[in-house]
């Protein structure tokens, strides 16, 4: 059953670009994961260091394969010092009720 993960970020704003470069890193490699489906960055209006990233993926099993990446994990550690907060995840089943 498909999957949907909303990754929430708050950035600081010394070295945003820095930052979203990285996300932006971050979801071409998700991309050539086995079971990504698509994926979205959004920025907030009222807030622009505020950004959520919502991917979509076969199944949890394929989302938590990619949580385990070491290429993933060492542009996670890169990121980390651009962020105000520490990233927050939720995974949602879709169609499931």
Excluded at 19 to 47: D, F, P, V
Aim: cysteine-free; overall charge negative; hydrophobic content about 35%.
């Amino acid at each position: 059953m498909a999957v949907k993960v909303i990754i929430d970020r708050e950035l600081k704003l010394e070295g945003k670009d820095v930052a979203l470069e990285l996300i932006r890193r971050l979801r071409a490699n998700a991309m050539e994961h086995r079971g990504y489906i698509s994926g979205e960055t959004l920025i907030s209006n009222r807030n622009p260091n505020h950004v959520i990233v919502i991917s979509t993926w076969n199944n949890i099993g394929n989302w938590l394969d990619w949580t385990d990446n070491k290429g993933r994990n060492v542009l996670e550690e890169e990121l980390n010092p651009y962020l105000s907060r520490p990233t927050q995840y939720e995974e949602f089943s879709v169609g499931e009720l």
